[in-house]
């Protein structure tokens, strides 16, 4: 008579999986081994356990138990791998009210470090578009005088400093390494001259923007095509492509106020673009 195939083992729940490893502080539950879990370059290092059996015949089983309360979170530890061994070899030695010892030790001391973690990782939450202490111009009457000295008539009036505000408003929900590479790309669009600029914004070639380095590796089309998406996506440029050429424009914060003037205003006053676009410190026009 042929041998009747063993049932397939099942694995325990994901949830419990989860739970047991959130409890385990990423070591083996035995007392005394500093074995961990899961190594800094992530390999496992770990076995699920059973206090009793899954099986008959198995070390410590317990036919009280159903075959879900064997498979439950309570029933099971995490080992490493030397210790899962030993103690399933010597199940006289290593009895279930050991086992469920060393689970409630150890568990017992994570939950309540996990209770603290994460009403500490809770409290250290925060978004850097609402600390990044942006500050607004009122008048703009130093910015206008700057213009005037250039024998310049600024367009500007009473509805300006609204629309630099709603243009900061956008500028402050891109990241922080987004706004230092949208200087570069204004910087490079404006010491290559000609007709990269007009009243709405510059705009520049993608192929000449690959001499701007970041962390010393040359700027990608990826890098490229991710910050066109993003200006987009906020109103503050786009990348425009047609079957030959693609240029990268970003807008400028509004009429008379041309990334070149700004440029020209910033130094004037001993500072920089960044000061505007990184800093979002736009009450330097007042």
Not at 167 to 187: G, P
Not at 250 to 278: C, H, M, Y
Request: hydrophobic share 40%.
């Amino acid at each position: 008579m042929a041998k009747q195939p063993k049932a397939a083992r099942k694995a325990p729940a994901l949830d419990t999986l989860k739970r047991l490893f959130a409890l385990s502080g990423n070591q083996c539950a035995k007392p005394g081994c500093g074995t961990t879990l899961m190594s800094a370059d992530g390999k496992l290092v770990v076995e699920v356990a059973h206090i009793a059996a899954e099986s008959p015949g198995g070390p410590r089983f317990d036919a009280k138990l159903g075959p879900e309360a064997r498979r439950a979170f309570d029933n099971l530890l995490l080992l490493c791998p030397t210790c899962h061994t030993l103690v399933d070899k010597d199940a006289q030695k290593y009895k279930k009210s050991m086992l469920r010892k060393w689970k409630r030790d150890r568990e017992a001391r994570f939950e309540a470090v996990g209770d603290l973690l994460q009403k500490s990782y809770l409290n250290e939450i925060s978004d850097d578009a609402e600390t990044v202490g942006s500050t607004l111009p009122t008048t703009l009457a130093r910015y206008i005088a700057f213009l005037e000295t250039r024998d310049e008539e600024p367009f500007i009036d009473s509805d300006t400093p609204g629309e630099i505000a709603e243009f900061v408003e956008r500028l402050r929900h891109l990241r922080s390494d987004d706004r230092q590479l949208m200087v570069a790309i204004i910087e490079k669009a404006l010491a290559l001259g000609g007709r990269r600029e007009n009243e709405y914004g510059i705009s520049v070639h993608t192929d000449d923007l690959k001499t701007i380095r970041i962390n010393r590796a040359r700027l990608s089309d990826y890098k490229i095509d991710k910050l066109g998406n993003t200006l987009a996506r906020h109103q503050l440029g786009s990348l425009d492509t047609d079957w030959q050429d693609c240029h990268l424009a970003i807008l400028a914060p509004g009429i008379d106020l041309r990334w070149s003037q700004l440029k020209a205003f910033v130094e004037e006053v001993d500072a920089t673009l960044d000061n505007l676009l990184v800093d979002l410190k736009f009450g330097l026009l007042d």
